[in-house]
Structures are given as structure tokens and as C-alpha cells.
T-cell receptor, first 116, second 108 residues
Framework: GAVVSQHPSWVICKSGTSVKIECRSLDFQATTMFWYRQFPKQSLMLMATSNEGSKATYEQGVEKDKFLINHASLTLSTLTVTSAHPEDSSFYIC????????????FGPGTRLTVT | GQNIDQPTEMTATEGAIVQINCTYQTSGFNGLFWYQQHAGEAPTFLSYNVLDGLEEKGRFSSFLSRSKGYSYLLLKELQMKDSASYLCAVRYAGKSTFGDGTTLTVKP
């Protein structure tokens, strides 16, 4: 149980275009989802916390107008990278938590974005 | 702010025991995670410590001392497949902050 999927698993896009990444909890309801970014040989950096039905909370330094997050249902959150640039190329990972009191996060397999 | 320190790299021999340390200085603390991450993959959960002491789970054990801001992950009977990055993460205010990870290489 507790499976999280991401789609696509990898994507290549041209500079200036937008890319949408989906994160789904397949067998549980996720009241909270987290979006992370990981550059090569670096650790995960939390970008934002997404709660179902409310606006995402962004970490300091993360542009909310560039990284649009929508958590429309208890099983789906999306991250849209708008006007992508080569420096946005990274590994984007989502995770989901079942409830406020739950401590365990279940990670998706990640999406590798390459902006050319 | 949050400050989490782990060694960058460690090397150990197959069948041996290795201890990966993590120290933290955080403005809040609700618990400490250890994750394993193979290259190009998402992290997988190993352990979660909230109270002081040792938590054992098969070949893996995790220790926490809240007063010292210190934790370690102990891996016994190392196998080649244990070669991976090990991430220490501190939970606070409903979210987690990750350390930079320790890359463990297991040699035959």
C-alpha cells in the first residue's frame, strides 16, 4: 500500500515553454503533498507544501508564480513549471502524507526535467 | 534556520558494520528520519525517531539523542545493494528538512 506515482517520469522541453508534472496517491488519500527539487549530487530541497483545497505554502526563495501548484483533490497534486529555463532542469520529487498527525511521507518516483 | 550535517562519503566492506552520523541544529524538532536513495530514484523510508534511544529494524538501526542534536544510522552485515545515498531529515512544523546525504560505497 501507500503508492505514489508521478507523470511523466522524464520530460524534455524547450526554454520558455511550460511543463506540468502530476503526483498521484494511488491507494490512499493524501491531505498533504510536498514538492521537492533535487540537483545532481545534492539533497532534496523542499519547494512547497500543498494541502488539499487550499493554496500551497512555498519555501523561501521559491517563486510561486513560476512554480504553480494545484492540489485539487485528495489524490492529485500538480506542479507546473512556467516559462522554463535551462536552470530549471532538475529532478522533481513529490511526496504524500495521509494526515496532519501522520509522520510518514511516501515518495513518488520522481520526474526528471531537462530544459533545452 | 535549519542546519543538518552528515559526512559526504563513506566506504565500507561487504559484511561489515557502518555507522552514519547526523547532527542537527534546528529551530524546532518533531522527529528525525533516515531515508535511502539510490542514484536516479526517489528516497525510500528507513526509520523515524521521535524519542531518545535506539530503534532496530532488521539490519538497520537508528539512534537519537535530542539533547545532543545527534542521530546515527547503523547498517549491519553490509551488502553490495546497500551502496546508496543515506539522507537524514529533521521534521518540524509539519515539514522535513533534509541533510545533504552520505554516499555509502560498499566494496567486496
Amino acid at each position: 500500500g501507500a503508492v505514489v506515482s508521478q507523470h511523466p517520469s522524464w520530460v524534455i522541453c524547450k526554454s520558455g515553454t511550460s511543463v506540468k508534472i502530476e503526483c498521484r496517491s494511488l491507494d490512499f488519500q493524501a491531505t498533504t503533498m510536498f514538492w521537492y527539487r533535487q540537483f545532481p549530487k545534492q539533497s532534496l530541497m523542499l519547494m512547497a507544501t500543498s494541502n488539499e483545497g487550499s493554496k500551497a505554502t512555498y519555501e523561501q526563495g521559491v517563486e510561486k508564480d513560476k512554480f504553480l501548484i494545484n492540489h485539487a483533490s485528495l489524490t492529485l497534486s500538480t506542479l507546473t513549471v512556467t516559462s522554463a529555463h535551462p536552470e530549471d532542469s532538475s529532478f522533481y520529487i513529490c511526496s504524500a502524507r495521509t494526515g496532519v498527525s501522520s509522520y510518514e511521507q511516501y515518495f513518488g518516483p520522481g520526474t526528471r526535467l531537462t530544459v533545452t | 534556520g535549519q542546519n543538518i550535517d552528515q559526512p559526504t562519503e563513506m566506504t565500507a566492506t561487504e559484511g561489515a558494520i557502518v555507522q552514519i552520523n547526523c547532527t542537527y541544529q534546528t529551530s524546532g524538532f518533531n522527529g528525525l528520519f533516515w531515508y535511502q536513495q539510490h542514484a536516479g530514484e526517489a528516497p525510500t523510508f528507513l526509520s523515524y525517531n521521535v524519542l531518545d534511544g535506539l530503534e532496530e529494524k532488521g539490519r538497520f538501526s537508528s539512534f537519537l539523542s535530542r539533547s545532543k542534536g545527534y542521530s546515527y544510522l547503523l547498517l549491519k552485515e553490509l551488502q553490495m545493494k546497500d551502496s546508496a545515498s543515506y539522507l537524514c531529515a529533521v521534521r518540524y512544523a509539519g515539514k522535513s528538512t533534509f541533510g545533504d546525504g552520505t554516499t555509502l560505497t560498499v566494496k567486496p
